[in-house]
């Protein structure tokens, strides 16, 4: 039997607050990749190294779909979302990584392990309220 995939929506800052959203089949890998600032560009620049919110889907396009929506909002919408997960804007990834500046360099970080159990998935492709798994 095929093993569903998973996709997550995300969304990165820094030390000012600066807010990226992204979209990745790997989440664990990908922040990782932002943290050691791979590939130059826009979370590179501005150092974008602090998971602070993420959801989970089977469905890629729902989680392109999101991804689109979700940097057309204004900040203020986009706040609002992260404060309803993560209301402290913690690093969501330390648990994994480490601290965003003290990397724990190893494959079995960059290939294993999905984020911890309790994270909400989307509910449906536009429905982003809150749902724990079991």
């Known amino acids: 039997m095929a093993q569903l995939r998973s996709y997550f929506v995300y969304i990165m800052t820094n030390h000012s607050g600066?807010?990226?959203t992204g979209v990745t089949?790997?989440?664990?890998?990908?922040?990782y990749q932002h943290r050691i600032y791979t590939g130059g560009g826009f979370t590179a620049r501005y150092e974008l190294n602090r998971?602070?919110?993420?959801?989970?889907?089977?469905?890629?396009?729902s989680a392109i779909s999101r991804e689109k929506?979700?940097?057309g909002w204004v900040r203020s919408r986009k706040l609002e979302l992260i404060r309803e997960m993560n209301p402290k804007w913690i690093d969501l990834a330390e648990e994994w990584l480490g601290?965003?500046?003290e990397q724990a360099v190893g494959r079995v970080i960059l290939e294993g392990g999905l984020p911890r159990p309790g994270v909400p998935p989307f509910s449906?492709?536009?429905n982003s309220r809150r749902v724990e798994l079991s």
Do not use: C, E, F, H
Not at 26 to 31: A, D, E, G
Not at 51 to 61: C, E, K
């Open 99 to 101: 601290p965003a500046r």
């Open 69 to 71: 929506d979700i940097k």
């Open 25 to 31: 089949g790997n989440l664990t890998k990908r922040v």
């Open 18 to 20: 600066t807010l990226y």
């Open 51 to 61: 998971l602070i919110w993420y959801q989970a889907t089977t469905d890629v396009m």
């Open 124 to 126: 449906s492709p536009i």
